[in-house]
């Protein structure tokens, strides 16, 4: 005979434990002030539709690509992300990278990329290994004014 404290477990009643928040959201969302790593920010995304919203807006804020940190195959997809995805792409205000790929595939990218930035005010290139030369036709249909 099971016990009547095993129908409240926990591994018997997931759903019904994980539907109710322990915090209310207006707590939890003061979480996300003191959050700037950007793997914890996509985490809390990820994590509950209550960070979503949010999380996503301090994590597109402010794009900083460093090489040490991403691989030019993390910095494609973020930029074919941002080119797919036009709501986040309207997040982005601060865009700084380092050198990318001068190829016509990375080029096309970074410029459909930029086309879809339309509120980025910040942009810069950091030359971290080599000279830089960006096709400045890569900003012509761009709507985004840089402060």
């Not at 494609?76 to 001068?102: C, E």
Request: proline fraction near 5%.
């Amino acid at each position: 005979m099971q016990s009547t404290l095993s129908q409240f477990s926990p591994r018997r009643n997931k759903s019904h434990i994980l539907s109710q928040p322990i915090f209310p959201p207006e707590i939890l969302l003061q979480f996300l002030q003191f959050t700037t790593c950007p793997k914890t920010l996509y985490s809390l995304l990820q994590t509950s539709i209550i960070f979503r919203t949010d999380a996503e807006k301090k994590l597109y804020a402010g794009v900083f690509i460093n090489y040490d940190e991403w691989s030019k195959e993390n910095h494609r997809q973020f930029l074919s992300t941002i080119s797919s995805v036009p709501r986040l792409a309207a997040l982005v205000q601060v865009y700084s990278a380092g050198d990318f790929s001068k190829d016509a595939k990375s080029t096309h990218l970074l410029r459909t990329a930029f086309e879809a930035m339309s509120n980025l005010e910040e942009l810069t290139f950091r030359n971290i290994r080599r000279s830089i030369t960006t096709p400045i036709d890569i900003f012509d249909k761009c709507t985004f004014l840089l402060k």
